[in-house]
T-cell receptor
Framework: EPEVTQTPSHQVTQMGQEVILRCVPISNHLYFYWYRQILGQKVEFLVSFYNNEISEKSEIFDDQFSVERPDGSNFTLKIRSTKLEDSAMYFC?????????????FGPGTRLLVL | DQQVKQNSPSLSVQEGRISILNCDYTNSMFDYFLWYKKYPAEGPTFLISISSIKDKNEDGRFTVFLNKSAKHLSLHIVPSQPGDSAVYFCAARAGSARQLTFGSGTQLTVLP
């Protein structure tokens, strides 16, 4: 069964450093998403991406964040200058993009720890 | 922001019995609801969904009920199995937006 994959599974970085989280969405899906879950908190939406541009973004997704689809398979989230509060589990998701009411399929997540 | 609420952080049920997980929402624009299951160190796994034009959707052991007037939905699992032990998240989306708003989750423990 097709699935969303994410690398790395864990990332430790120093405050102020740049990190890039990688995702491979399900191959025929057209919509891609990033969510995050800070420990003990809810899963929160960050951004959605369609047709090589941002479709929606939340207040969390400020100028230090960016997303990119550098090739036909990868979808990346870049955090330019990490802060302690960026420590969280980051989930990538994808959906077919055919209807509004469709399922988003999530990857296993990347645990980011900012020291 | 408490647009989607799961007021029970945990629930324990005996194997073979029914598990009922509840979710309330405040945003009347929500028109599509999903339930996800999450094991530790894994991503959320889709279980079942329901559109606001329906009041019930069933898939095997899982049934979701939607009460729009009460802004309440519930997930019924019957019979419950030990492998169902996980955190269950309710999520909702509104109109043309694709972002999902999640509840805080309910830890279900099914006792053998």
């Amino acid at each position: 069964e097709p699935e969303v994959t994410q690398t790395p599974s864990h990332q430790v970085t120093q405050m102020g450093q740049e990190v890039i989280l990688r995702c491979v969405p399900i191959s025929n899906h057209l919509y891609f998403y990033w969510y995050r879950q800070i420990l003990g908190q809810k899963v929160e939406f960050l951004v959605s991406f369609y047709n090589n541009e941002i479709s929606e973004k939340s207040e969390i997704f400020d100028d230090q964040f960016s997303v990119e689809r550098p090739d036909g398979s990868n979808f990346t989230l870049k955090i330019r200058s990490t802060k302690l509060e960026d420590s969280a589990m980051y989930f990538c998701a994808s959906s077919e993009g055919l209807t509004r009411q469709e399922t988003q399929y999530f990857g296993p997540g990347t645990r980011l720890l900012v020291l | 922001d408490q647009q989607v609420k799961q007021n029970s952080p945990s629930l324990s049920v005996q194997e073979g019995r029914i598990s009922i997980l509840n979710c309330d929402y405040t945003n009347s624009m929500f028109d599509y609801f999903l339930w996800y299951k999450k094991y530790p160190a894994e991503g959320p796994t889709f279980l079942i969904s329901i559109s606001s034009i329906k009041d019930k959707n069933e898939d095997g052991r899982f049934t979701v009920f939607l009460n729009k007037s009460a802004k309440h939905l519930s997930l019924h699992i019957v019979p419950s199995q030990p492998g169902d032990s996980a955190v269950y998240f309710c999520a909702a989306r509104a109109g043309s937006a694709r972002q999902l708003t999640f509840g805080s989750g309910t830890q279900l423990t099914v006792l053998p």
